[in-house]
């Protein structure tokens, strides 16, 4: 059973960065992908990146794309998010998300389509 346990949340004004770790225990990162989604207050969960180990694609949403980036150290079986230029409108809490049994090169947008999450870590980004 992988347990995915996400750190790196805080408080941060406009224009700064945070990088938001994922660490998987019980698991490898072959045949995956790995995403982060994030939910803020009132809203539903939406998804943020994600990577598809088969392949070694990165994807974003359109809201993140060009400020974020995803990455993974896969000796660690981690997974990083690196978040520049956060605006107000990022503040949400990030969920690191496993999905196993991936196609290569294909894109998993959905929180349906991931099988195992973390509890979260909280980003806060004052303006």
């Known amino acids: 059973q992988v347990q995915l346990v996400e750190s790196g949340g805080g408080l941060v ?3 700064g960065s945070l990088r938001l770790s994922c660490a998987a225990s019980g698991g ?5 992908a790995m995403g982060w989604f994030r939910q803020a207050p009132g809203k ?3 998804f943020v990146a994600a990577i598809n180990f088969r392949g070694g694609s990165a994807y974003y949403a ?7 980036t995803i990455s993974s150290v ?4 981690t997974v990083y998010l690196q978040m ?5 409108e990022d503040t949400a809490v990030y969920y690191c ?9 294909r894109y998993y947008y959905t929180i349906r389509e991931y099988d195992a999450w973390g509890q979260g870590t909280q980003v806060t980004v004052s303006s």
């Open 97 to 105: 998300a496993r999905k196993i049994g991936v196609d290569s090169g």
């Open 44 to 46: 539903e969960r939406e």
């Open 28 to 32: 490898t990162f072959s045949s995956v």
């Open 74 to 77: 896969n000796a660690k079986n």
């Open 13 to 15: 004004q406009a224009g």
């Open 84 to 88: 520049n230029g956060l605006k107000p």
């Open 62 to 68: 359109d809201s993140v794309s060009g400020r974020f």
